[in-house]
T-cell receptor, first 114, second 111 residues
Framework: GAVVSQHPSRVICKSGTSVKIECRSLDFQATTMFWYRQFPKKSLMLMATSNEGSKATYEQGVEKDKFLINHASLTLSTLTVTSAHPEDSSFYIC??????????FGSGTRLTVV | AQSVAQPEDQVNVAEGNPLTVKCTYSVSGNPYLFWYVQYPNRGLQFLLKYITGDNLVKGSYGFEAEFNKSQTSFHLKKPSALVSDSALYFCAGLGSYIPTFGRGTSLIVHP
């Protein structure tokens, strides 16, 4: 089946640095990618929707300048957390819609900012 | 507006017993409903979906869910729980293009 490969799975960075998270669609073309942030003990928060070749659509309250999303090709979408701070520490997950209505999720990235 | 509710924060069940994880929805039009499972530090895995047809949907790992239009529910069930079923379960609805997730229910299966 369709697979979304997400890297890195874990990253620790110093406060003030930037981190890039990649999601690649394998064996299919992802014209759209959803980016979620998962807070401790669950809830998935949709951060933004990226579309290949156009600007991402951000949800209300998500800082566009802090969470840079690029979807330059049909197989790659990236999320860059700029000038990371400890409060940005979280679990980030990407997801691509499939024909038939379901969604394929990446394996997630655990970001820890120290 | 679309919404999906998972009323239980946690469900505890003994291994071998049947399990139910509850989900109710409020989605405009014909609902597309999904169940996903998440193991620790992993992304979500698709379990099953309801789009149309039979109200009883069978999915991965022996799970099934019943779509009940009158009760606007889509509860996840399994006849005999395994310890390995312990995970976080999300119900999701798709009234528009973007899925709406419930808050998640932790399923704990005791040996």
């Amino acid at each position: 089946g369709a697979v979304v490969s997400q890297h890195p799975s874990r990253v620790i960075c110093k406060s003030g640095t930037s981190v890039k998270i990649e999601c690649r669609s394998l064996d299919f073309q992802a014209t759209t990618m959803f980016w979620y942030r998962q807070f401790p003990k669950k809830s998935l928060m949709l951060m933004a929707t990226s579309n290949e070749g156009s600007k991402a659509t951000y949800e209300q309250g998500v800082e566009k300048d802090k969470f840079l999303i690029n979807h330059a090709s049909l197989t790659l979408s990236t999320l860059t957390v700029t000038s990371a701070h400890p409060e940005d520490s979280s679990f980030y997950i990407c997801s691509a819609p499939q024909t038939g209505g379901d969604y394929t999720f990446g394996s997630g990235t655990r970001l820890t900012v120290v | 507006a679309q919404s999906v509710a998972q009323p239980e924060d946690q469900v505890n069940v003994a291994e071998g017993n049947p399990l139910t994880v509850k989900c109710t929805y409020s989605v405009s039009g014909n609902p597309y409903l999904f169940w996903y499972v998440q193991y620790p530090n992993r992304g979500l895995q698709f379990l099953l979906k309801y789009i149309t047809g039979d109200n009883l949907v069978k999915g991965s790992y022996g799970f099934e869910a019943e779509f009940n239009k009158s009760q606007t529910s889509f509860h996840l069930k399994k006849p005999s729980a395994l310890v390995s079923d312990s995970a976080l379960y999300f119900c999701a609805g798709l009234g528009s293009y973007i899925p709406t997730f419930g808050r998640g229910t932790s399923l704990i299966v005791h040996p």
